[in-house]
């Protein structure tokens, strides 16, 4: 019966409890950069970059796969001259497999994927950078604040005052 009291005082103590708030708006603030960077930054940043989608940047360990982006290439040429070919065809997700059905083909290496996580942790690392910056400075502003309060000496209640001079008037008069 004891250690199931020491589990409950553990599992109740004000850092648990702390630490649980912690975690679960860490995973609600990871999802919401992973939005912001898949559906908000991605996008201009393909754009910018001549219409490059991400998501679907891989490198192809497979033969099979290889062929099925060649027989794509191909096909796509034959409707629109000068389409594909050559090394930007590695970087023109509209002349490739999408890296779903590339996935089911063989196996392939999502760099894209890789390249937009990159993105998440480095905004995540930033934004954690700057509440940490943010609370160090308020904390330096705290620490300065009390240290003013206690260098100035306590002004005495008005009571404490005029006790104090009746005394000093009686030790006079004597």
Same mark, same amino acid.
């Given at each position: 019966?004891? %250690?199931?009291?020491?589990?409950?005082?553990?599992?109740?103590?004000?850092?648990?409890?702390? %630490? $649980?708030?912690?975690?679960?708006?860490?995973? $609600?603030?990871?999802?919401?950069?992973?939005?912001?960077?898949?559906?908000?930054?991605? @996008? @201009?940043?393909?754009?910018?970059?001549?219409?490059?989608?991400?998501?679907?940047?891989?490198?192809?360990?497979?033969?099979?796969?290889?062929?099925?982006?060649?027989?794509?290439?191909?096909?796509?040429?034959?409707?629109?001259?000068?389409?594909?070919?050559?090394?930007?065809?590695?970087?023109d997700t509209a002349t490739? %497999?999408?890296?779903?059905?590339?996935?089911?083909?063989?196996?392939v290496i999502a760099y894209?994927?890789?390249?937009?996580?990159?993105?998440?942790?480095?905004?995540?690392?930033?934004?954690?950078?700057?509440?940490?910056?943010?609370?160090?400075?308020?904390?330096?502003?705290?620490?300065?604040?009390?240290?003013?309060? $206690?260098?100035? @000496?306590?002004?005495? @209640?008005?009571?404490?005052?005029?006790?104090?001079?009746?005394?000093? %008037?009686?030790?006079?008069?004597?």
């Amino acid at each position: 019966m004891g %250690l199931l009291k020491e589990f409950r005082e553990f599992a109740l103590k004000g850092n648990v409890v702390d %630490l $649980a708030v912690g975690v679960i708006i860490g995973a $609600a603030f990871g999802g919401l950069i992973k939005s912001l960077v898949d559906d908000v930054l991605m @996008p @201009p940043i393909g754009k910018i970059v001549g219409n490059l989608d991400f998501s679907n940047l891989y490198v192809s360990l497979s033969d099979k796969v290889d062929a099925a982006n060649a027989g794509m290439a191909k096909a796509i040429a034959a409707t629109q001259p000068g389409a594909g070919g050559g090394l930007a065809s590695a970087f023109d997700t509209a002349t490739r %497999l999408p890296l779903a059905k590339a996935k089911e083909i063989g196996p392939v290496i999502a760099y894209g994927n890789f390249l937009t996580g990159v993105i998440n942790f480095v905004i995540i690392a930033f934004c954690v950078f700057l509440l940490i910056k943010l609370m160090n400075t308020a904390m330096r502003k705290f620490e300065r604040q009390k240290a003013v309060e $206690a260098a100035a @000496p306590a002004v005495p @209640p008005a009571d404490v005052v005029l006790l104090t001079e009746i005394r000093d %008037l009686l030790k006079a008069g004597r």
